[in-house]
């Protein structure tokens, strides 16, 4: 091409010489940040179709033309192309900066298998796009247990809470197209809401060193990002098609994109899953059927010096809850446990009836960034989120349809920050956050508020720095501060505030004395600062090892502080405290990375040391006119959590692989010296890996997936009177599920269909033995078996 | 760059419009499924001294237990016409539940148990579809003086056809416990 355009100029040249013309084109091309000169680019003249290149200094000059206006494009090998117009009227001076980082342009698409990671010194895992289409029809907790490290807790198979490290919900943050969800992430049953295909790329960040994201984030940061948009001419999509056998459901999931290469762009998605009672090896789990509907648009405009994003989501998700996991009293959680198998057990429906779950939730998002030369980035972002969750539970008479939780969470935020990246050894980046967020609870439920209304603000500012000390060493520094205010009102039960005591510590905060209800105005302020610091030194092209040190608090959820009364979903009285601090982190955690031509290794470890840890425990019982129940409180200690996590990868030859995921993590309660409640047992998965080219890109693999029994866990069981027997019964809430091995297979092939289009089959079988296990992590594991045997095909057209 | 500037005051005066709160307190829940009562009347069926049973817990899923009272000792080989009056006391009348009761019957059935065999129970009414609900019950002690206690429960949807729940058996009952009261009674 280049060879062309040169012949064409040429000739074009000789043609000009005859012309009356003689002004001067002239100037100099240099980089964008540091402001070196660019050697060899071209300067094209698109107008007079006219040509030449910069020499050492960057120089260009073009003789004898025209006086008026030419379109000029400037381009450079690995520089992003520039056009733009330019009046010339006798000897004009033009200077052209070209981007020359082209891999931080994060709309050029990174070839090659290196993985696209967004910090130098943490650990952290990318999940690229074929990976994440893979659970086109599952969680977004599914597909991340793919990481080493990562597992999840979750309420029956619908809701999945990804785990990092032994931690969850309010102590993990997920990024979503630049937005930190806000979806009252503090329940156990609260799963993100999260349309995983929404997502292009996926990285987990494990631990707080990310500060950029939040202080907070003691167990780890998850970033979705959406698929990069290539600036050129062009109309593209994708459709995902899947239907599988546990479930009876169906998947669908559709893309359309449009780009223009001055900068603009459009994407559309929306996606649907249905399905019906699932399965386990011997029976149906009644009531388990779930619908998901998602619909999403992102569009802006960007160019490398300024751009903005437009970005909208709506996502509703219909789950329904096993039918036999709602229960009165401590006795129907006696005879749960004892039995076998769940006391409900129905043919198959679709139907979804309490108790379930509707949960709405919307993100708009509005942000852009400007480029100045010499010196760096600059983004705004504002942001709103409404979340809008029922739980409807099984009532009686004329509030059968009336939700038992109706709560509204709305989320402004805006932020902005500075990347100075001008220097590529030393760059620097500033930011700023300030929040604000209202939950409403509906009185209109007729059940008393799970979570009262509040006001939360915060605000917080943070900088990094990250240093190129040389081609083998990073390191990065970063500091935070955030400061969290919750302002609530909330009504007390008289009784409940004198057991708790609070007469004495909060006396000031009641506001009206209802006789039997107190109505309170708790505000309390939070003062949180992280910090993070860390090392990456590869000491050849085999070794890497990183070291990382994190420091973070977390101010305690309007879970942990407000609780006050009947969970219904989960049978139980659940207590917070209004003494509850914040919990401090300190992680220190180290990665020795492998890297040969055939073998691939990563070790990863850690050992996370939480002050005035917070979680819930059973403290007792309590007798009510239903009868008595178990009492669980939140309570603090100083806790430790440590572990590693293996992941290996070898290649047989071009064919056959093998590779091992493994991790291994023990909790302990410092104070009581005891095992730690809900930490994830042993997990290894061995994959075999077959895949050839030439037989329609097949793929293959075969996954064994072995997870031992929990054998550390605190003992918190308990004795209770069962009137209907009249003896005194043991409530085995605590002994862990036997160890469990599940086998999975998974396939696919593509094919070309046309010049642009490809399909892409998938078969997948998940539990190919049909193996009846439970799951420790799941607070379904008392009512039922998890699921059985699973065939999924799937089709994906790119288009 | 013109764009970026009204990107900003878009986005600035939107936040400034979207954080006004507003200061009203909210307001009390009227707890509406709440049962803080159950009293049983035990009435002889050849006359004599009417019993009750009693469990208020007025303070709902609060921290105090029921209190529990039961106002005399049975009378031994007595037939006792019982009846259950539901109430959630909270409110100002109280609210009755035995309409609510009724018009579900097919989805509630009471138990009654005694230990040391001290009484025997019968259902005396039905529900829509045959089977017993047990508002209405007689109760028959027996013939020698003892102590013991009598447990009346209610299940909300239980399995009404399962082996043995018809006669008033709660083990195959299922379905979850509304209500669950035990009372420490004497037989002389």
């Not at chain 1, 690229?128 to 659970?135: A, G, S």
Request: aromatic share 12%; net charge negative.
């Amino acid at each position: 091409m280049k060879k062309y355009l040169f012949i064409v100029a040429f000739v074009f040249i000789s043609i000009a010489h005859s012309q009356n013309c003689s002004s001067k084109f002239f100037g100099n091309v240099h980089d964008f940040h540091d402001g070196s000169p660019i050697l060899d680019a071209s300067i094209y003249l698109e107008t007079i179709d006219r040509y030449t290149t910069t020499d050492f200094d960057g120089n260009f000059s073009i003789e004898n033309i025209c006086d008026g206006t030419m379109t000029i494009v400037v381009s450079h090998l690995a520089c992003e192309t520039k056009r733009f117009e330019v009046h010339i009227k006798g000897n004009t001076k033009y200077d052209v900066t070209l981007e020359h980082h082209i891999e931080e342009l994060s709309e050029v698409k990174i070839e090659g298998k290196g993985p696209a990671k967004l910090t130098k010194t943490s650990q952290e895992t990318h999940l690229d796009t074929k990976m994440i289409e893979q659970y086109s029809s599952l969680s977004l907790g599914d597909a991340l247990k793919q990481i080493s490290g990562v597992s999840s807790i979750n309420t029956g198979n619908s809701i999945v809470k990804p785990i990092i490290n032994g931690l969850h919900s309010s102590r993990i943050i997920v990024m979503t197209n630049g937005v930190r969800l806000q979806d009252q992430e503090w329940g156990i049953e609260h799963a993100p809401n999260i349309d995983l295909n929404t997502a292009g790329n996926i990285n987990v960040i494990k631990g707080s060193n990310a500060l950029a994201y939040g202080g907070d984030a003691i167990g780890g940061v998850i970033v979705l990002k959406p698929s990069n948009i290539s600036l050129k001419d062009s109309l593209y999509g994708k459709t995902i098609l899947s239907g599988q056998t546990n479930g009876k459901g169906f998947n669908i999931n559709s893309v359309l994109t449009k780009t223009y290469k001055e900068g603009w762009y459009v994407s559309v998605q929306a996606s649907m899953k249905q399905f019906g009672d699932f399965k386990a090896p011997d029976y149906y789990l009644t009531n388990t059927s779930s619908n998901f509907k998602g619909f999403s648009v992102n569009g802006g405009y960007k160019t490398f010096e300024q751009g903005f994003n437009i970005y909208y989501s709506f996502l509703n998700n219909e789950i329904g809850i096993l039918r036999s996991s709602h229960i009165g009293n401590i006795e129907d959680l006696v005879n749960a446990i004892n039995s076998q198998q769940p006391l409900v057990i129905d043919d198959f429906s679709y139907d979804i009836n309490a108790p379930r779950q509707d949960v709405t939730h919307q993100i708009a998002k509005l942000d852009f960034y400007n480029r100045f030369k010499n010196f760096g980035r600059f983004e705004l972002q504002y942001n709103y989120q409404n979340n809008e969750r029922f739980e409807y539970d099984i009532r009686v008479g004329g509030d059968k349809n009336k939700p038992a939780i109706d709560l509204t969470l709305k989320t402004h935020t805006i932020k902005a920050s500075l990347k100075m990246d001008s220097n590529e050894n030393a760059i620097y980046e500033f930011g700023f956050n300030g929040g604000y967020q209202n939950n409403f609870a509906n009185p209109d439920t007729g059940i008393r508020r799970l979570i009262p209304d509040y006001d939360k603000f915060d605000a917080g500012m943070f900088a990094i720095a990250n240093y190129k000390l040389n081609t083998k060493t990073d390191a990065d520094f970063g500091v935070r501060y955030d400061f969290i205010r919750i302002d609530a009102k909330k009504f007390y039960q008289t009784s409940r505030w004198d057991e708790r005591g609070y007469g004495d510590d909060f006396a000031d905060i009641v506001i009206d004395d209802l006789g039997t209800q107190l109505l309170t105005n708790p505000i309390f302020d939070y003062h949180n600062v992280s910090a993070s610091a860390g090392l990456a030194h590869k000491f050849n092209n085999k070794h890497t090892l990183i070291f990382n040190y994190g420091l973070s608090n977390r101010a305690p959820n309007p879970s942990e502080l407000f609780s006050d009364g009947l969970h219904h979903s989960a049978a139980r009285i659940e207590l917070g405290d209004l003494r509850i601090k914040q919990e401090t982190s300190n992680r220190i955690s180290s990665t020795y990375q492998y890297h040969h031509s055939n073998l691939t290794v990563s070790l990863e470890g850690f050992y996370n040391h939480i002050k005035d840890y917070i979680f819930i425990k059973p403290t007792g019982t309590e007798q009510t006119v239903r009868g008595a129940f178990p009492v669980w409180s939140y309570e603090q200690t100083n806790a430790a959590l440590f572990g590693f996590d293996i992941t290996v990868k070898y290649y047989f030859n071009d064919n056959w692989s093998f590779s091992n995921k493994s991790s291994f993590i023990k909790g302990r309660d410092l104070n009581e010296s005891e095992a730690l409640i809900d930490m994830p047992s042993f997990k290894t998965m061995n994959i075999l890996g077959y895949s050839n080219e030439k037989w329609f890109q097949l793929n293959a693999n075969l996954q064994s997936e072995l997870v031992l029994k929990q054998n550390d866990f605190p003992n918190n069981n308990f004795e209770v009177f069962i009137p209907s027997t009249g003896n005194m019964e043991f409530v085995d809430v605590s002994s862990t599920p036997p160890t469990y091995h599940l086998l999975n297979f998974e396939s696919d092939i593509t094919l070309d269909v046309s010049e642009k289009t490809n399909l892409n089959i998938g078969l997948n079988i998940t539990n190919i033995f049909n193996t009846s296990y439970r799951e420790y992590l799941n607070r379904l594991r008392y009512f039922a078996d998890d699921l059985g045997r699973n065939i999924m095909l799937q089709l994906k057209f790119n288009y | 760059m013109k764009l970026f500037k009204k990107l900003c005051i878009i986005t600035l005066s939107s936040i400034v419009l979207a954080s006004c709160s507003n200061d009203d307190n909210p307001v009390p829940v009227n707890e509406e499924e709440v049962i803080t009562t159950l009293t049983a009347t035990l009435t002889p069926v050849g006359g004599g001294t009417t019993i009750t049973l009693q469990t208020k817990d007025l303070d709902g899923d609060g921290p105090n237990a029921p209190v529990i009272t039961v106002s005399g000792p049975l009378s031994v080989s007595t037939s006792y016409n019982g009846n259950l009056q539901i109430l959630n006391e909270t409110e100002t009348p109280a609210e009755s539940i035995n309409m609510e009761i009724e018009e579900e019957n097919d989805e509630h059935q009471f138990f009654f148990q005694a230990t040391n065999s001290i009484a025997t129970f019968d259902y005396a009414d039905v529900d829509g579809n045959g089977n017993p609900l047990g508002l209405e019950f007689t109760l028959t002690t027996a013939a020698t003086a003892a102590t013991g206690t009598i447990t009346i429960t209610l299940r909300h949807l239980p399995n009404k056809t399962a082996s043995g729940v018809s006669d008033g058996d709660i083990t195959n009952a299922g379905g979850e416990t509304d209500i669950q009261a035990t009372f420490s009674v004497t037989v002389q």
